[in-house]
């Protein structure tokens, strides 16, 4: 089973722009969903962007499109997670997860899903 280790959170101004790693154990395989959820204090996790690993689609939550980006790179067995603008609403516990896309149908439905495994995460905040 892969498992996956988060890095790059920090502390930012609004406005600001951070990326976020996360590095599979193992190869990211093909037919896959890949994805970033966040979880605020208090709040259920949510999913915030996602890629097909093969077709290499992506997907994002309203709250985020236009301001992230996410990406692979598989000779690093690598999921970025570009944040540009960020708001204090972004502030959050970032996690990386993966599931086969057959289970799901589409990876825009990652972004709904629940995963099995989750890396420690890499906390994000952001100040006003």
């Known amino acids: 089973q892969v498992q996956f280790v988060e890095s790059g959170g920090g502390s930012v101004q609004a406005g600001g722009s951070l990326r976020v790693s996360c590095v599979a154990s193992?190869?990211?395989?093909?037919?896959?969903?890949m994805g970033w959820f966040r979880q605020a204090p208090g709040q259920e996790r949510e999913g915030v962007a996602s890629i097909d690993t093969f077709y290499r689609y992506t997907y994002y939550a309203d709250s985020v499109k236009g301001r992230f980006t996410i990406s692979q790179d598989n000779s690093k067995n690598t999921l970025y997670l570009q944040m540009n603008g960020l708001k204090p609403e972004d502030t959050a516990v970032y996690y990386c997860a993966a599931q086969p896309r057959y289970l799901i149908s589409n990876c825009y439905n990652f972004l709904f899903a629940s995963p099995e495994t989750w890396g420690q995460g890499t906390q994000v905040t952001v100040s006003s």
């Open positions: 193992g190869n990211i395989p093909n037919g896959y969903c």
